[in-house]
């Protein structure tokens, strides 16, 4: 028992120094090429001259509010995306008759890339805010359409013919059968809904916004200051794997009740 | 008039172009509480008429009538057991068992006193808080019969809910299900001729291709029986029936399992 617990501490503080060594090295490898001046350091300066230029600017409040600002069109445009999307998507599945209607556009619009509604966002938009929440809206809303879609036809039938069994009317079923057997995947599906959301955001502050972190990276192209160029792409990569661990940790908090694949199970047999 | 009234039932579907005719003038009637198992090999159409009965597909011809009246859709007052457990993975056990309550609107202190009770008597009492995958099968499937038991249906339905466990834990399950479903009407469906003699109080023996009722047996004496000889002579003789109808089919071996 005590060993076990040991052998735990131990193999956990092995894994943390795994998941940390690429990162690592990583950096020592830009570091090292740029203060070597292997490249060109006006193409990639050294990553602690990038760093401190991203302190400075955190603390100036510069990046933040681009950062805030971004954020914002984000939670705009991804959100109203859910909203239409995961009620959409169910009642898609749930109706065959709904689903063929639809098949065709859904379709259609899912290839065409968000940056290719660019145009036609300004044209209807202008300049702003509502431009980049119409895009991250369009270019979220299709795929997570086609997600829940997917995930409601999958829903294990037995289950809701055994609530409404067990006295279920149509509307509990959804509610108390669907619902919850779609979570995990619907949580997937937010997941990678935010990249493509974040993705959106930013092609579209490049050309159609005067704020963000997208405009903050066009404008420091412009001026050539190649830091904070990688500054911004840091800040986007930060917040994005910040959004992504908390929705891993609501995964797992809403989801203790699946056995899922444990790999150390799996491979323990063979030991 | 029966409690449980089938009359001249047929259900025919297509598939793939082709019209199958599952079953064909059933008619049967059961007594309220008796306990009636509807015995047949694979493709006799028994699950298609127990979900006939609890209204989840509705009958080509023919009419369900309990207590006098004709059924409409499902509901909790016909409640059907699966083969599978099919528990709700995302609930404990004492919500699974309190499922049928919460969605008849019973509050919480109500059900979860219900359910603990039911749990109880089913041996669980100490597996309330656990999740499905964390039970054995056997536990499972009692978790399922609780779950159908607290709502106290007028007819329980049961198809072939004992397929997938094991020979030991069977017996066990049997006399727990006879032992808990006592005075209550049951439709239970098997393809196991001894679990038949063993739980009812009458078999119907179903043919297939289309399903129609080949014969019934009454048998007398408290279920479960313990084996005996007269047990297994009878069970040879509807088996031999069984197998000399089915000969004139494709498949007369593949029709029928041993258990």
Same mark, same amino acid.
């Given at each position: 028992?005590?060993?076990?617990?040991?052998?735990?501490?131990?193999?956990?503080?092995?894994?943390?120094?795994?998941?940390?060594?690429?990162?690592?090295?990583?950096?020592?490898?830009?570091?090292?090429?740029?203060?070597?001046?292997?490249?060109?350091?006006?193409?990639?300066?050294?990553?602690?001259?990038?760093?401190?230029?991203?302190?400075?600017?955190?603390?100036?409040?510069?990046?933040?509010?681009?950062?805030?600002?971004?954020?914002?069109?984000?939670?705009?445009?991804?959100?109203?995306?859910?909203?239409?999307?995961?009620?959409?998507?169910?009642?898609?599945g749930?109706?065959?008759?709904?689903?063929?209607?639809?098949?065709?556009?859904?379709?259609?619009?899912?290839?065409?890339?968000?940056?290719?509604?660019?145009?036609?966002?300004?044209?209807?938009?202008?300049?702003?805010?509502?431009?980049?929440?119409?895009?991250?809206?369009?270019g979220?809303?299709?795929?997570?359409?086609?997600?829940?879609?997917?995930?409601?036809?999958?829903?294990?039938?037995?289950?809701?013919?055994?609530?409404?069994t067990?006295?279920?009317?149509?509307?509990?079923?959804?509610?108390?059968?669907?619902?919850?057997?779609?979570?995990?995947?619907?949580?997937?599906?937010?997941?990678?809904?935010?990249?493509l959301?974040?993705?959106?955001?930013?092609?579209?502050e490049?050309?159609?916004?005067?704020?963000?972190?997208?405009?903050?990276m066009?404008?420091?192209?412009?001026?050539?200051?190649?830091?904070?160029?990688?500054?911004?792409?840091?800040?986007?990569?930060?917040v994005?794997?910040?959004?992504?661990?908390?929705?891993?940790?609501?995964?797992?908090?809403?989801?203790?009740?699946?056995?899922?694949?444990?790999?150390?199970?799996?491979?323990?047999?063979?030991? | 008039?029966? &409690?449980l009234? !089938?009359?001249?039932? =047929?259900?025919?579907?297509? %598939?793939?172009?082709?019209? $199958? #005719? *599952?079953?064909?003038?059933?008619?049967?009637?059961?007594?309220?509480?008796? &306990?009636?198992? !509807?015995?047949?090999? =694979?493709g006799c159409?028994? %699950?298609?008429?127990?979900q $006939? #009965? *609890?209204?989840?597909?509705p009958?080509?011809?023919?009419?369900?009538?309990?207590?006098?009246?004709?059924?409409?859709?499902?509901?909790?007052e016909? %409640?059907?057991?699966?083969?599978?457990?099919?528990?709700?993975?995302?609930?404990?056990?004492?919500?699974?068992?309190?499922?049928?309550?919460?969605?008849?609107?019973?509050?919480?202190?109500?059900?979860?006193?219900?359910?603990?009770?039911?749990?109880?008597?089913?041996?669980?009492?100490?597996?309330?808080?656990?999740?499905?995958?964390?039970?054995?099968?056997?536990?499972?499937?009692?978790?399922?019969?609780?779950?159908?038991?607290?709502?106290?249906?007028?007819?329980?339905?049961?198809?072939?809910p004992?397929?997938?466990?094991?020979?030991?834990?069977?017996?066990?399950?049997?006399?727990?299900?006879?032992?808990?479903?006592?005075?209550?009407?049951?439709?239970?469906v098997?393809?196991?001729?001894?679990?038949?003699?063993?739980?009812?109080?009458?078999v119907?023996?179903?043919?297939p291709?289309?399903?129609?009722?080949?014969?019934?047996?009454?048998?007398?004496?408290?279920?479960?029986?313990?084996?005996?000889?007269?047990?297994?002579?009878?069970?040879?003789?509807?088996?031999?029936?069984?197998?000399?109808?089915?000969?004139?089919?494709?498949?007369?071996?593949?029709?029928?399992?041993?258990?």
């Open positions: 028992m005590y060993k076990n617990r040991a052998k735990r501490g131990r193999s956990s503080w092995r894994s943390e120094l795994r998941r940390w060594l690429l990162p690592l090295v990583l950096a020592i490898l830009w570091e090292a090429s740029a203060r070597l001046a292997l490249v060109e350091p006006t193409l990639l300066p050294p990553l602690t001259q990038v760093l401190s230029r991203g302190w400075l600017l955190v603390r100036t409040g510069r990046l933040l509010g681009d950062l805030a600002a971004s954020a914002w069109r984000v939670l705009l445009g991804f959100g109203l995306a859910l909203v239409v999307a995961i009620p959409g998507g169910i009642a898609l749930l109706y065959p008759p709904l689903e063929r209607a639809t098949a065709l556009v859904v379709s259609a619009l899912r290839p065409l890339a968000p940056p290719a509604w660019i145009p036609l966002a300004i044209l209807w938009f202008g300049i702003g805010d509502a431009p980049a929440v119409f895009i991250i809206f369009i979220t809303c299709s795929s997570l359409l086609v997600g829940t879609l997917a995930a409601t036809k999958a829903v294990d039938s037995q289950l809701v013919k055994t609530s409404l067990l006295g279920a009317n149509r509307w509990q079923a959804v509610c108390h059968v669907i619902l919850p057997s779609l979570v995990p995947a619907l949580l997937t599906q937010v997941r990678i809904g935010f990249g959301a974040w993705m959106c955001v930013i092609a579209a490049m050309v159609a916004v005067r704020r963000g972190v997208g405009f903050f066009v404008e420091a192209r412009n001026l050539f200051r190649t830091e904070d160029v990688l500054v911004g792409m840091m800040a986007i990569a930060v994005g794997l910040g959004t992504d661990r908390l929705l891993l940790g609501l995964e797992k908090r809403l989801c203790r009740w699946r056995a899922g694949l444990d790999p150390a199970r799996l491979y323990a047999g063979q030991e | 008039m029966s &409690f009234q !089938l009359t001249q039932i =047929s259900k025919r579907y297509l %598939t793939n172009g082709n019209a $199958i #005719v *599952a079953l064909h003038d059933l008619s049967l009637s059961v007594e309220r509480g008796e &306990f009636v198992v !509807l015995l047949g090999p =694979s159409g028994k %699950t298609t008429l127990l $006939i #009965v *609890a209204g989840l597909e009958a080509s011809s023919g009419e369900v009538l309990l207590g006098g009246r004709p059924i409409s859709r499902w509901g909790a016909r %409640t059907l057991i699966f083969q599978r457990p099919n528990l709700f993975p995302w609930l404990t056990a004492e919500e699974n068992v309190a499922f049928g309550l919460r969605v008849a609107g019973l509050e919480v202190s109500q059900r979860r006193r219900i359910a603990r009770q039911a749990l109880g008597r089913m041996g669980l009492a100490e597996a309330g808080h656990l999740y499905p995958h964390e039970l054995s099968g056997g536990m499972q499937q009692r978790v399922a019969l609780a779950r159908a038991l607290v709502l106290d249906p007028q007819v329980l339905l049961m198809d072939e004992l397929a997938a466990v094991d020979a030991l834990l069977r017996s066990h399950l049997q006399r727990e299900i006879r032992a808990s479903c006592a005075g209550k009407t049951v439709l239970f098997t393809h196991s001729i001894r679990e038949a003699l063993i739980l009812a109080d009458r119907v023996v179903l043919s291709q289309p399903g129609h009722v080949r014969r019934e047996i009454v048998l007398d004496g408290a279920a479960p029986r313990p084996p005996s000889l007269e047990l297994a002579r009878l069970e040879e003789e509807i088996e031999r029936g069984l197998v000399i109808a089915d000969s004139t089919q494709a498949q007369p071996h593949l029709a029928f399992p041993q258990t």
